[in-house]
């Protein structure tokens, strides 16, 4: 990856954070670093339902290319990020 | 190890024959189903509806079945999981496993819904008379997984 190069990724929202975020998903472009942390300060900062759905202490899964992430995940141009709430299947 | 997500039901007894077919040292068959309650945390539920994501959520339950098959001293797995509007004693998941001997059988069954429940991307609405609600995550299905870190063949 170039230096700078901008990092778009799409993101999916799924259950309940679907609905409480009105969207099943959007695309991004992240400006400087791209990782799963810098991703959820940049979508909090839109503040209403991101900032309070994705608050740290929420309850907030993340898969980066349908893997599981952590906060520390890099992004890469062309990434699927999907936020979920706790699985409840079975 | 087949796994499917599927809206339609599925017959248990036709899946395990095709699982165990032809298979001569098959000597246990476990199997696990489970079902739509009409009662969840004191609230009658009318009806269900369960949502996956496509794509990880089949490759989160081979990558259960294929542990499973690591862990355990068996032959096969079978995962079928449904999504779409369920409603009360409708199935929703059939697991079968399938080994020379019975306790390994149960035992993976058991490991494969263990960590179905904590690590595959399903999540369930429910309807009830007071309107929809998202279930939320229980923490004993937390500790049911996290029984099998330690011990590769034994809950706790």
């Known amino acids: 990856m170039r230096d700078h190069a901008p990092v778009t990724v799409r993101l999916v929202y799924l259950a309940r954070l679907r609905e409480a975020l009105g969207a099943p998903g959007e695309s991004v472009a992240l400006a400087g670093e791209a990782t799963v942390s810098a991703l959820l300060e940049s979508l909090r900062s839109r503040g209403g339902a991101f900032a309070s759905e994705l608050a740290s202490g929420r309850p907030v899964r993340i898969a980066v290319n349908h893997a599981v992430a952590a906060d520390s995940t890099p992004l890469r141009d062309g990434d699927e990020v999907a936020l979920f709430p706790p699985v409840t299947g079975g | 190890m087949p796994v499917r997500v599927q809206l339609d039901d ?117 309807r009830t008379p007071s309107g929809e609600r998202w279930v939320e995550a229980r923490a004993s299905d937390d500790d049911a997984a996290a029984r099998w870190r330690d011990d590769a063949s034994e809950p706790r």
């Not at chain 2, 989160?60 to 294929?66: G, K, R, T, W």
Request: charged share 30%; glycine share 6%; aromatic share 8%.
């Open chain 2, 10 to 126: 599925f017959d248990a007894s036709r899946e395990i024959a095709a699982l165990r077919a032809g298979d001569p040292r098959v000597g246990a068959v476990a199997c696990f189903i489970g079902t739509v309650r009409d009662v969840n945390d004191d609230a009658d539920v009318r009806s269900l509806t369960l949502e996956h994501y496509p794509g990880m959520t089949e490759a989160a339950l081979q990558s259960i079945a294929d542990e499973a098959r690591a862990r355990f001293d068996i032959y096969d797995v079978l995962v079928v999981h449904r999504v779409g509007e369920l409603r009360p004693t409708d199935q929703i998941v059939l697991v079968a496993v399938t080994s020379a001997h019975r306790g390994e059988a149960f035992d993976a069954c058991r490991f494969v819904m263990d960590y179905l429940k904590t690590r595959a991307p399903f999540w369930k609405k429910e």
